[in-house]
């Protein structure tokens, strides 16, 4: 004889647990009820309603006025290359014609010039002729708005009152305008509208009193978790549903998958979380979405790069990756507590960018120039981690040759560029595969003027861009001294541009301390200043003077030499 029990085959079992179908439940209770609502009240409201329920929902003013927008972009396009711009105006009227459905008698789709003139107007009654557009508060409300697009509700010539949805086109200068006329959508809904809400609400009452009760009972496990559902939207976060008192219901059955389902979405969201950046995955959590686009930003970049890469890896080999992990995970720290977001990691190298967040007001080039300072700091306290652990291993017996080779390698140094303005920003890519990036003149230059500091000997080079923003902020400004360092002109470009070292007077590393070199830099600002006038004899006295290390630069560069005729002051760099 069996043992088991018996599975009736209507239920679904988890294990000998079967899984009792909420719906049955409220079938039983609740399908004579069900039956005369929907036959009473739903029958006639939809007979009453129907036709103009339709009617509205097909009014998607949006989706059209994406369509016309669309129009104009192909017919601006047309123009530029046929120079003909009365037939591009009509194609877009035409087309806004064509779109109308055939109740929209009184509809229009029109372009509004700032001054109220009509770049088009399209309808399908023959009889609207507006030949401006007179509402100047909608226009006044159009060029006030900041996003140049929405909602609009207008007076026409007419008298009559329309509502619909504008967007602003940048390249016809005008608005894009699709409407319809208030009282055409206004006269049937109302008439449908009160004959369904007293139908409504007098059957609504009745079985309100009779369901509410049994409800509360039936359905008081789903209001537990819905309560606690809201709760994880409000706070934006995934969470488990506690369901240790709950019934053995498919309701139950689906929290309990819902929490399988919610480990396994936050476990990747952390893992999505280390491969994209923050700003990205909190788009990405609000919207649902992520789209290819991008837009012109003012952002400051930032540019490090490990020295003398190639020799540590080849020194190294395979354990190159565990020693820039070390160094990464401290870089990657600093720029986030400087509100800079990690754009991309190549090999050695790492680029940050400062300004995306808008709701963070902080100066981004003072952020970025702390940042630079304390990637510095931590790469020097790296190094005497190195040198404490040779000078322990020196004690026992002096180091082999390979193993000094390896010493230099682990001897991390790094230099940082900056620069800042106008960028791209956003998605680039396809629908399969893309990526969030930062593209612009200004990110090569941060580039360059990293590869700048193996050539000053010094650990941060920054832009007049980055000091002059800088200087802006009161406690920046008293914390960083600016020292101008040459002006040069990249290979690329065809004009010189300063650069700058920015001191940092907190700082105490001790090859960097402002006390003992403030004075150095004044000096070498002197023969500077001696060096673009041309004064080389002069230069070279204040430049060996000063004792620097980026003062040999100049030194080697003019050598015993006077300067050219056609000296200008601006050296010329060969390489990137």
């Known amino acids: 004889m069996k043992t088991g029990k018996r599975h009736l085959k209507f239920f679904q079992y988890v294990g000998d647990t079967p899984i009792v179908p909420t719906k049955l439940k409220i079938i039983i209770f609740f399908v004579a009820m ?22 509205l929902s097909n009014i998607v003013l949006v989706d059209k006025l994406t369509e016309l927008y669309n129009v104009a972009n192909s017919q601006k396009q047309i123009e530029a290359y046929s120079q003909d711009t009365e037939t591009s105006i009509d194609s877009i009227a035409q087309s806004a014609k064509n779109g109308f459905a055939k109740d929209e008698k009184n509809s229009v789709a029109l372009g509004v010039n700032p001054d109220g003139s009509l770049l088009f107007f399209a309808t399908p009654n023959e009889e609207l002729k507006w030949e401006r557009f ?44 699709r409407a319809n006329r208030r009282a055409d959508t206004n006269r049937a809904m109302y008439q449908v509208l009160w004959i369904t809400v007293v139908l409504v609400l007098i059957m609504s009452a009745f079985f309100i009193l009779m369901g509410t009760k049994i409800l509360d009972g039936l359905l008081s496990n789903i209001n537990k978790f819905s309560t606690q559902l809201y709760k994880m939207q409000q706070d934006k976060k995934l969470n488990l549903i506690d369901i240790s008192e709950s019934p053995n219901d498919d309701i139950t059955y689906l929290a309990a998958n819902f929490n399988s389902l919610s480990s396994t979405i936050t476990n990747l969201l952390q893992i999505f979380q280390k491969f994209v950046p923050e700003n990205v995955v909190r788009k990405a959590h609000e919207e649902q979405f992520i789209r290819l686009e991008g837009s012109q930003r003012e952002l400051t970049i930032l540019f490090s790069d490990i020295k003398s890469f190639t020799y540590r890896t080849e020194v190294l080999g395979n ?34 960018s400062y300004g995306i967040e808008e709701h963070i007001e902080t100066n981004k080039s003072y952020d970025a120039i702390k940042t630079a300072w304390e990637i510095t700091a931590v790469t020097s306290e790296l190094r005497k981690k190195m040198s404490d652990r040779r000078a322990v291993l020196e004690k ?43 593209i612009g003149d200004n990110v090569n230059s941060a580039s360059r003027l990293e590869g700048l500091t193996r050539i000053y000997k010094v650990p941060v080079i920054v832009s007049s861009y980055i000091m002059e923003e800088t200087l802006r902020d009161n406690e920046a400004a008293s914390r960083y001294k600016f020292y101008e360092i040459d002006t040069v002109q990249v290979k690329g470009k065809t ?73 200008s002051g601006i050296w010329t760099m060969t390489t990137k």
């Open 34 to 55: 069900l039956l005369l609502s929907t036959f009473s009240t739903n029958l006639v409201a939809i007979m009453l309603s129907q036709r103009k329920t339709i009617q």
């Open 134 to 177: 007179t509402d100047k508060d909608c226009i006044e409300m159009m060029e006030n708005s900041e996003t140049h697009e929405g909602s609009v509700s207008f007076i026409s010539p007419d008298g009559d009152e329309y509502f619909g949805v504008y967007k602003y086109h940048p390249d016809w200068l005008t608005y894009i305008i």
């Open 319 to 352: 354990d190159i990756i565990g020693l820039l992990n070390v160094h990464y995970d401290s870089v990657i720290r600093k720029v986030s507590d400087n509100n800079g977001i990690i754009g991309s990691i190549i090999g050695d190298a790492i680029l940050a």
């Open 396 to 438: 026992e017996r002096p180091l082999t040759e390979s193993e000094e080779r390896v010493y230099q390698a682990v001897m991390l140094d790094v230099g940082v560029g900056i620069d800042g303005g106008n960028v791209f920003y956003g998605n680039i890519g396809s629908s399969k595969r893309m990526a969030n990036t930062v």
């Open 495 to 567: 004009e010189g541009v300063k650069i700058y070292f920015p001191l940092d007077k907190e700082c105490s590393l001790e090859e960097w301390k402002f006390e003992e070199l403030d004075e150095k830099f004044k000096i070498f600002e002197y023969g500077l200043k001696a060096y673009y006038d041309g004064d080389w004899k002069t230069a070279r006295a204040e430049f060996k003077k000063s004792g620097l290390d980026v003062a040999k630069v100049f030194l080697e560069r003019i050598g015993m030499k006077s300067s050219p005729e056609d000296w």
